[in-house]
T-cell receptor
Framework: DTGVSQDPRHKITKRGQNVTFRCDPI?????LYWYRQTLGQGPEFLTY????????KSRLLSDRFSAERPKGSFSTLEIQRTEQGDSAMYLC????????????FGSGTQLSVL | GQNIDQPTEMTATEGAIVQINCTYQ??????LFWYQQHAGEAPTFLSY????GLEEKGRFSSFLSRSKGYSYLLLKELQMKDSASYLC??????????????FGKGTKLSVIP
């Protein structure tokens, strides 16, 4: 079990630019989640994949956000036309896909929009 | 809607016992998790309760009362490395759903010598 990895660890961008983050889940895990966390808050659910299918999206996920998991393995999260309010830690998590179960989180991508 | 409440901050002394409380109100319920998160790091799983009662795992124990919508995390023999945020999270979906978790804001625990 090599853990969930995310890239990059940090991203600084100017307002209006597009950014893309990558998540590599634990290899045998079917479920993949994206969460967002701001300072002093708990993680907030953004979206969820079961294999390559995106099954649920939070209303927090505006149309500027898009996520993909094309082959049911790694996932990308793209934010278009970034805004200062997008500054946050973006966490990826994965799980085996067997009912209610613990999530394994990556270390996150810290986004700062200037 | 979903609502999870836990204290914002707590301070305890090395070697002591501390109890972190969590209350939840969710439309459905499929279990409650506790995660530990050190500053700048990923949350890591501590415990999961779905039935009423106490689950003990080494120095950490977690309790659940479904009828009261209440849980606590008990940390014994506190060590300096236990200084972290402790996140309470509920799975609000009782049916075939996404198994997403709703997190509380976290309790920042400071362990002092």
């Amino acid at each position: 079990d090599t853990g969930v990895s995310q890239d990059p660890r940090h991203k600084i961008t100017k307002r209006g630019q597009n950014v893309t983050f990558r998540c590599d889940p634990i290899s045998e895990h079917n479920r993949l989640y994206w969460y967002r966390q701001t300072l002093g808050q708990g993680p907030e659910f953004l979206t969820y994949f079961q294999n390559e299918a995106q099954l649920e999206k939070s209303r927090l996920l505006s149309d500027r956000f898009s996520a993909e998991r094309p082959k049911g393995s790694f996932s990308t999260l793209e934010i278009q036309r970034t805004e200062q309010g997008d500054s946050a830690m973006y966490l990826c998590a994965s799980s085996r896909g067997q009912g209610t179960e613990k999530l394994f989180f990556g270390s996150g991508t810290q986004l700062s929009v200037l | 809607g979903q609502n999870i409440d836990q204290p914002t901050e707590m301070t305890a002394t090395e070697g002591a016992i501390v109890q972190i409380n969590c209350t939840y109100q969710t439309s459905g319920f499929n279990g409650l998790f506790w995660y530990q998160q050190h500053a700048g790091e990923a949350p890591t799983f501590l415990s999961y309760n779905v039935l009423d009662g106490l689950e003990e795992k080494g120095r950490f124990s977690s309790f659940l009362s479904r009828s009261k919508g209440y849980s606590y995390l008990l940390l014994k023999e506190l060590q300096m490395k236990d200084s972290a945020s402790y996140l309470c999270a509920a799975d609000p979906d009782s049916g075939a759903g996404s198994y997403q978790l709703t997190f509380g804001k976290g309790t920042k625990l400071s362990v002092i010598p």
